[in-house]
């Protein structure tokens, strides 16, 4: 049992572990870990998609923001974005990251979908506008 809660350990550490070295930085698994007498309590990591700024100050008739996510898995997942509930668009292909999105219009909204590396299921979105929402 002391072995398995010292590779959970090791896991809830792993960004710490990895800082310095030249291998690819990775996430934990794990939200949190807590061991207290006897029992261990593990939460595991969600996937994750935020905007910021959000809402997103317009200038020169364009206002931009940065999407970041985070799938918590292995494979990567497909953000794709639909702008006023049309068809979506893949907007980028990744594990985790961040890319901009400097053609948000006044009076559109954009939702901005996290799926799985299917496409078939939506691990989380964001709504993003101009304005206060």
């Not at 990775?26 to 700024?53: D, E, Q």
């Amino acid at each position: 049992m002391v072995g398995f809660v010292k590779e959970l350990v090791d896991e809830q550490g792993a960004a710490s572990i990895a800082m310095g070295s030249k291998a690819d930085h990775r996430m934990s698994k794990f939200k949190s870990l807590l061991i207290t007498s006897g029992i261990v309590f593990v939460t595991k990591a969600a996937a994750t998609i935020t905007a910021s700024p959000k809402p997103v100050p317009v200038t020169d008739s364009m206002g931009k923001t940065i999407i970041s996510w985070n799938t918590a898995k292995a494979a990567p997942g497909k953000i794709f974005v639909s702008i006023d509930g049309q068809e979506e668009s893949l907007f980028a292909i990744a594990r985790r990251g961040s890319a901009p999105a400097n053609w948000i219009r006044p009076g559109r909204t954009y939702e901005f979908r996290l799926y799985d590396s299917d496409h078939t299921r939506i691990l989380d979105k964001v709504a993003v506008a101009t304005g206060t929402q």
